[in-house]
């Protein structure tokens, strides 16, 4: 795993939003986020999130402490009773027969009370929108249906740079989501067999190449992250 500027600054206030998820509604917000948000931007801090410098970690850190503050200033669906599914990573088996497991972690699960059904929320921590051909929502939806018993009747984005409230989307029709997403694993394992792993992109794209710079040695190992994935930084003189 690559620990860049943005995926450090998402981690944090990631990490500062779930851990609301298991504390009662009641006693939410008695500590401050903010100090939850200092506290776990020690765990990034430095070569450890990846920054060049204190300039660029002052840069995210300030807005993440601003995504915090906007959280604490409009909390929304988040003063309301939440879902935590049970697992650490939420899996089920998308195909038996394929050996195929859909696995993944969800930011949000509201729980509406009147429907008795639930909210998928997926928080944004980055500049630009969520391409509609994404298959996060896709994903999200089929591990809420399958990982706990409430059926979803909603899903947004919330984009914190920007936005004091969650922007609601469309929900995927389940069996074009399950499609769409098998199609997908079957192409995964099928490379995985062939160990011939082919970008769609001549020159390959802005997700392999920093890959490619791991494979070639010119990124430093840093540490041992979540699920014992082992962490990257990028010398910042490769351009990707």
């Not at 990846?50 to 003063?79: N, Q, V, W």
């Not at 599914?85 to 729980?111: A, H, M, T, V």
């Not at 995927?172 to 769409?180: L, S």
């Not at 082992?230 to 910042?236: A, E, G, P, T, V």
Request: glycine share 4%; net charge neutral.
């Amino acid at each position: 795993m690559l620990m860049q500027p943005p995926l450090a600054l998402g981690q944090v206030v990631h990490e500062v939003v779930e851990s609301l998820s298991t504390i009662s509604v009641a006693e939410r917000f008695i500590q401050p986020l903010t100090d939850r948000f200092e506290a776990s931007w020690k765990t990034v801090s430095g070569t450890l999130g990846g920054f060049a410098d204190s300039e660029e970690e002052h840069r995210y850190k300030t807005r993440g402490l601003s995504m915090i503050k906007r959280i604490a200033d409009h909390p929304g669906p988040l003063t309301h009773k939440a879902i935590k599914i049970r697992q650490d990573l939420p899996y089920y088996w998308l195909s038996e027969k394929e050996n195929i497991i859909l696995c993944g972690k969800i930011d949000w699960l509201e729980f509406l009370d009147e429907t008795k059904s639930v909210h998928i929320i997926d928080f944004k921590t980055g500049k630009f929108d969520e391409d509609e051909s994404s298959l996060q929502l896709p994903i999200y939806l089929l591990l809420a249906s399958n990982c706990q018993k409430w059926p979803v009747t909603k899903m947004s984005y919330w984009y914190l740079d920007r936005d004091d409230k969650p922007s609601e989307m469309k929900l995927p029709d389940p069996k074009e989501a399950e499609n769409r997403v098998l199609t997908i694993a079957k192409q995964i394992t099928l490379a995985r067999k062939l160990e011939h792993f082919r970008c769609p992109k001549k020159d390959g794209c802005r997700d392999c190449r920093p890959y490619e710079a791991i494979i070639s040695g010119r990124a430093t190992f840093i540490s041992v992250g979540g699920y014992s994935q082992d962490m990257y930084s990028l010398k910042r003189d490769i351009d990707i």
